[in-house]
């Protein structure tokens, strides 16, 4: 080897060996991140919610990047286990953060190609953003009800961002795209403000707006018109009575995981976009399989919720947002772009490799090509889809409303499913406050409730 001294074939053999070694310690630190996901979402739906807040504390300074997102199912379990403010405190940083990761920066982008996008900061997929605006509504009216119409707001701006987005690359890639299904999930802000603004009699010309809302943006749920007639007569409830909100979180809700799937046309175009902005790489002819995460919605062993005063039946909920169909459908539609993104890792990973043995003038030294050939594909090899996810959501957010003469009632809550009662009904006592509106917040993630049955009364 005249050109290559025996030094430098050292130095790169150290190099590449190195360059292994870090693949495999960040492909062993995201199954880690994997199987801690998989046992909290165990923890909790099992009803363990002291297990699974242990489970959320992060102890360990190198797993920055997982951070937020293990914070996210932190603030599930503690608004479950009955601290709405410590939810909304944590759920308020999270949605800041996310907001400013939005744009991430070039140098971001290009380290991802060198690995995969676990490298990044995880910044929430759009329909996490959406829903921590849902769930700090939910948080606030629990304990205050002062921030219910400011988060009510964001949930409606940032799902008109959604689709705005979406709406736009369908244009730039000549796609036909139905947003049907995401456009059916905006009615639960208005819902929101129109149950907090119904018992004051100053507000009704508000509340009758945010009804016709529901209405429009969701006629398929099942209480919108029942509601909107009750809103046009002005009337909270009859004299005497009170009404009472269930809001339940039900079933188990949607979490990634890893598919191998072929590179479409579009995502090949996306592809070529982004080599020609980070250097000079060409799309070869053939594209292999290539790893991306995938949103996966869980069997459901729950329907809904019976609410019962001793044997009379109040009522059952109805779906007012479903958050696995909402979480699905936005991953489909970005489906090219993640594909796009895992090309252009593989076709950088491969340049970069030949790059190297055209330097090292490999030709003359077999020992560097093969070294750095096996490099190579343990590189692409240790690439893994990005399964972080928010995953102790529920899969569908529910409602009640009925009504209650004054005073204090024991109800009892039971799973449905295909008609039938499951599991084991949960007491519940409720103080009803005459011409008042009092909200109940429940947990079913299965057959019965989990943690606390949270209260709060608007007097």
Known sequence: MSSVTAKTQNTFCRLAIVLLLQQMVILSGCASHADRAVSIRHSFYSGKLDTALAQTEIKDKGKEHDADVIKLNRSMILLAGGDPVSSEKILREIRDRFDQLETKTVAQKVASLATDDRKLPYAGEEYEKILIRVMLAISNMMHDGGDVNAYALQIAAKQQQLLQTLQ????????????????????????????ILESSPLDYDDVQRYRVQVANWQPDFRDAKIDLARA??????????GVVYLIAFVGEGPYKEEAVEIPTTASLLIADRILSAVGKYELPPNIAPVKIPVVVRTAQQIESVAVFEQDKLLGTTATLMDISSLAVEQNRLQRDDVLARAVARRIVKKGTVYAMKSGLQVEKSPEIDLLLTVAGVAWEATERADTRCWSVLPDRIQVLRFELPAGTHQLNFAARLRGTHTGKTT???????????????SVLPEDQVIGKVLTKTYQ
């Open 168 to 195: 736009e690359k369908s244009k730039e890639k000549e796609l036909e795209v139905d947003l049907a299904t995401l456009n059916k999930q905006l009615a639960v802000g208005s819902y929101f403000r129109a149950a």
């Open 232 to 241: 046009q007569t002005g009337r909270h409830s009859s004299p005497g009575h």
């Open 427 to 441: 007491p519940v006592s409720v103080n009803v406050v005459n011409g008042k509106t009092t909200f109940l917040l």
